[in-house]
């Protein structure tokens, strides 16, 4: 559905199709694990119908502000060229429909601005606008886009070792991940752990039958990966390219999360023999300081 165009150092974000009549269906791109040179800077992770718009402009004036219908993942298929030259690469996509009418002389070249939180990015990307009297795209209830946007979530990347500071190793090769989670029950349950970047390939399991507001999660590849270093991210020094795992939640009606609301307890990571790489902590110890956590589909609903 979209891509990324060349543009610039970085890229610049596809619009598909690009030309289309006012109030048909388009859809961009808007995030990825794999952005080039400042990806670093530009990656969020956090991006659902939650917190995203879009705005379109013409130069420097805005002329109107659309609500998506969908916001989504599109992943590389496990078989592809793609995948096996780089650590599970993913694009998001966000789904709109234009406006029935802008004020605005057609046809018309604009912009196509990524909005979080109704804040700019200055994320663009360029759509022709050619006139009026399009329609939105009519989707089956089994292929409505809205089905396939994420669940609510707690993302985890793995933090890099510091002087004092716990953290993964770049060097390490690792065979398994093994923590505690806990969680806020009154706001989500039924933990579901899928793995991504370079854990893609490994297998992710949640314990049954724990209390409410804890769980087991255990990530498990006998091939192994490695988490290379990625400096120059705002908030510190991460490894790996994006969430080496996604927790996925039901969240309760009318209750939303923050990233803050998880501890990690108890992490082990062990390397392809089963040899122990973390410190043999005591029972307890929170060890949320080897990840940086970030929630996605958190709000309210």
Known sequence: MAGCAPAGLGG????????????????????????????????????????????????????????????LDGLSAPTSLKNAAAAGPFLTIVVFDLPASLPVSLPATTTVRLLVDTVSTGLDGTLEILGSG?????????????????????????????????????????????????????????????????????VAMTSSGDPPGTARVLVTDPRGFTLPSTPGYPDGDRVGEGPLLDIAFTKAPSEGFEAADFTIRDLKVFDRDGALLTPLYAPGTDTTAYFTRIARKNQPE
């Open 12 to 71: 610049a974000p596809l619009v598909w199709p690009k030309a289309a009549r006012l109030g048909e269906t388009v859809a961009m791109s808007i995030d990825s694990n794999h952005v080039p040179l400042f990806g670093a800077i530009v990656e969020k992770y956090d991006l659902s119908d939650d917190n995203v718009t879009v705005e379109i402009r013409q130069g420097t004036t805005p002329l109107a502000t659309v609500t998506p219908r969908a916001v």
């Open 134 to 202: 399009g329609s939105p795209a009519q989707f089956t209830s089994d292929s409505e886009p809205a089905g396939l946007s994420p669940r609510p979530m707690l993302r985890l990347q793995g933090r890099k070792a510091g002087p004092g500071v716990d953290g993964f190793d770049p060097a390490w090769e690792i065979g398994a991940i093994e923590f505690r989670l806990e969680y806020p029950s009154a706001a989500v349950s039924e933990p579901d752990a899928f793995p991504g970047a370079e854990a893609s390939r490994a």
